[in-house]
Every structure is written in structure tokens, then in C-alpha cells.
């Protein structure tokens, strides 16, 4: 199946300008609305601009949602990219992955719109694409690192625990979607998870 990407940011700057405010717009509904109400009028509406202004960018409400679900995405890689250091690598295991998690908690709460991107998540097709590459990239991420870190496992077994700690995060992010837990108890629940799993491939 060939894979359908967002489309690529105008250059120009009021391009650019009318792009943002298209994707603020469309936050502020879902926050207010959430997904199932989404429109391109609402966006248009609540971004005070002709509907046919979204299409100059935008082929349809679906392909705002995925620039949208794309944004928050590489915030999450930002965090991978931002702990892929020499210092980072050098602390010890617990203390990196206590770090990162805080990290990415922080980024995925960025929004504040995580319950209705998991409805969208079981609504557009398009999105499920988008988070299959992401869970690419970053079980490919988190095996370098606990390779970096020294961890004694083969490549292949390190990249089945990257999927594995991959589908335990999705579980808490779905879980604090629909529980909303105390944050610090999350933190603590899914660095506990986490440390029972990864401490095997250290040994």
C-alpha cells in the first residue's frame, strides 16, 4: 500500500502563517468539540477564514487531522533526538530511561489532546500509516540506545524489546487517556514496567 504523507509546509511565510492558524484552529475544536464533531467549517470557523482558504492547503478535514497527528508525532522524536548523546549514553540505564520518560511524557501531553487523537486513531486509516512509521523509527531509536547504554542482547532481540516497551507506552498513554491517573503516579507505574522488562537485557 503506498503511504499517504501530509503535506509538505508553503515556504512562504504567510503561507505558512495561514497553515498554522489552520492547525491551531483545528486543536482548539477538537479541545472544544472533539474529533467526531470536526469539520472543515468548524475550522473554518473557528479560524475566522473562508472554507475554501483550507483547501488551498488542505484537501479535507482528514488530511488536517494527520498534519496535526504529525506535528505531535515529531515532537515525541524530538525527544529521542534531543537524549541521543554521548553524555546521555553514559549515564546509567535506569537513570536514562527515567529521564526519557519524563521527557516524553512532557511532550505528550504537549497538547492536551491525546483522548480524541485515539478516537481519530480508530477513525482515519491515514493516521494509523503515520504512527506505523513512527513506531519504526522509534524501535529503531530505542535499540540503538540500549545497544549505546550496553545492553548484551542481539540486534534482533533488542528489537523485539523495543516493539514490546513500544506497545507498553501505547497501553499507558491509552490508559491516562481514559483514566487521566495522577501524573506522578503514571510516571512511576510505567518506569517500574519498564525497568522489570529492559533490566533482562543488561544482565
Known amino acids: 500500500m503506498k503511504q499517504k504523507h501530509a503535506l509538505k509546509r508553503p515556504k512562504q511565510k504567510r503561507s505558512r502563517e495561514r497553515v498554522q492558524l489552520i492547525l491551531n484552529s483545528t486543536r482548539a475544536v477538537l479541545k472544544e468539540n472533539g474529533v467526531r464533531a470536526l469539520s472543515t467549517n468548524s475550522i473554518a470557523a473557528r479560524a475566522g477564514i473562508p472554507v475554501s482558504s483550507i483547501y488551498q492547503y488542505f484537501p479535507n478535514k482528514e488530511a488536517i487531522l494527520l498534519g496535526l497527528y504529525e506535528d505531535y508525532l515529531a515532537d515525541i522524536r524530538a525527544v529521542y533526538e534531543e537524549m541521543d ?69 542481539s540486534a534482533a532481540k533488542l528489537k523485539r524489546l523495543a516493539y514490546y516497551l513500544y506497545e507498553l507506552n501505547s497501553t499507558a498513554w491509552s490508559y491516562k487517556t481514559r483514566h487521566n491517573p495522577p501524573k506522578k503516579e503514571l510516571l512511576e507505574w510505567r518506569l517500574a514496567s519498564f525497568f522489570s522488562v529492559a533490566e533482562k537485557c543488561f544482565e
Open 85 to 153: 548523546t554521548e553524555s546521555n549514553h553514559a549515564l546509567p540505564w535506569r537513570e536514562f530511561l527515567t529521564k526519557i520518560l519524563h521527557k516524553l511524557y512532557s511532550a505528550e501531553a504537549h497538547d492536551n489532546l491525546e483522548r480524541e487523537l485515539e478516537v481519530a486513531l480508530g477513525l482515519y486509516p491515514e493516521l494509523i500509516e503515520a504512527d506505523r512509521r513512527h513506531e519504526e523509527w522509534i524501535t529503531n531509536q530505542i535499540v540503538k540506545s540500549m545497544q549505546r547504554l550496553g545492553a548484551q542482547w
